[in-house]
């Protein structure tokens, strides 16, 4: 494997679930692998665990790690091909993408959906233009479409928990003040797509995810229907993808409830607004491992860049 952008990525689910809960146990075991080589993590957007657990991973790996913010302090850059840059844009991808292959052995993006432009953001410019322009290894740490270090911290989070063979697991839509993107629902989808599991997806009509990715799920417009004798429930809210990044419905009775989890565990990728997408109640229980699936993170990370290092 030379990037890692998509869940497409894993060869063995299985056997990359074992080897992370492997690191886990022992995450110091290959400190020396990123001896002498650097990660750059470029960040677009504001984190809190993707930047730490990248950080953290790396660090247990050995790589020397430079962090760049680059949506506030790069310079604003060209995707375009034969543009005349004679507006906004500074820098051209060809350039900043090559440059940036000068000074790490691996780089690391996060570029969030516009939620303007479908198209665009389809067509995920800034994680394929360091693609196709970068002589280095890529990592996706969110784009406009997907969020595979996350959803790989959820199969090994379902994997450490799970105790059926066949467990059922739904992924419930919540409300939302704001229009968020579709990267963690489409990889978290895809993921549980990959697993013996009874998955099923409820969200209100009009908040269907793009249909090339829940193609072979369950799809069920009653949440409470959808709920029953659940395993696990992931709670998540994203904007319409057909009125595309518009919020149709805030229709508070999607929050998630101690009532409706019934005796599931509750999943959320954080972070989480508390008494709008989910009670109290929920996050505050047991059966909560919002906390255990960021922990996670770092291990989804370090296992991402273990099978990227030993190729190099
Ligand atoms: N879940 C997640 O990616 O968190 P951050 O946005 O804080 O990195």
Redesign the pocket.
Known sequence: MKHYTSIQDIDSLPQWVADARALKANSKAYKSLGENKTICLLFF???????LSTQKAAMNLGLEVMVMNFGSEGWALEYEDGTIMDQGTSEHIKEAAKVVSQFCDIVAI?AFASLTDKEKDEAEVVLNGFKKYTTIPVVN??SSVG?P??ALADAITIGEQNTKERPKIVLSWAPHPKALPHA?ANSFTEMMLKQNADFIITHPEGYELDTKITKGATIEHDQKKALENADFVYVKNWSSYKDYGKVINQDKNWMMTKDKLGNAKFMH???VRRNVVVEDAVLDSDQSIVIEQ?NN?TYAAQIVLKKILEKL
């Open positions: 957007n504001n984190s809190l665990r993707t930047r996060r740490m969110e969020h270090l996350q963690v990728c954080l972070p960021a993170r």
